[in-house]
């Protein structure tokens, strides 16, 4: 028995912008360690009221909690950098905060692929 899924052309437009939302978050971390992140971040805060009710509305969630939760790790990094004895930890920090991102937009976007929703 096989199972079908209908979705209507607001949904799929919907999904359409949260895959690529994903990309150019994927596209900033990679190139400027999310560092331009907030032009795709504005556009998940813009794009989320709209899905409410939808799959869709746990992605734009997952992908801002994502940044948010990067930048705190980020600032954490830097405070322990800001001593000598602290700069292992910064950098170990660091490594785990980027590798933290890398899964959070790794399972968002194969997971919207399949149109499950985030687990957030």
């Given at each position: 028995m096989s199972q079908e899924l209908i979705l209507d052309n607001r949904l799929d437009s919907a999904k359409t912008t949260a895959w690529w939302l994903y990309v150019i978050?994927?596209?900033?971390?990679v190139f400027s360690l999310g560092a331009f992140s907030i032009?795709?971040?504005?556009?998940?805060?813009?794009?989320?009221?709209g899905t409410e009710g939808t799959f869709v509305h746990s992605h734009h969630t997952w992908m801002i909690r994502s940044f948010w939760w990067y930048v705190v790790?980020?600032?954490?990094?830097?405070v322990f950098f800001m001593t000598f004895i602290g700069?292992?930890?910064?950098?170990?920090?660091?490594?785990?905060?980027?590798?933290w991102k890398a899964y959070r937009l790794i399972v968002g976007i194969s997971r919207i692929n399949r149109n499950e929703a985030a687990p957030v």
């Open positions: 978050h994927g596209v900033s971390f032009i795709p971040l504005i556009l998940n805060y813009l794009q989320r009221p790790w980020i600032v954490v990094g830097a700069i292992p930890v910064a950098w170990l920090i660091w490594v785990c905060a980027w590798l």
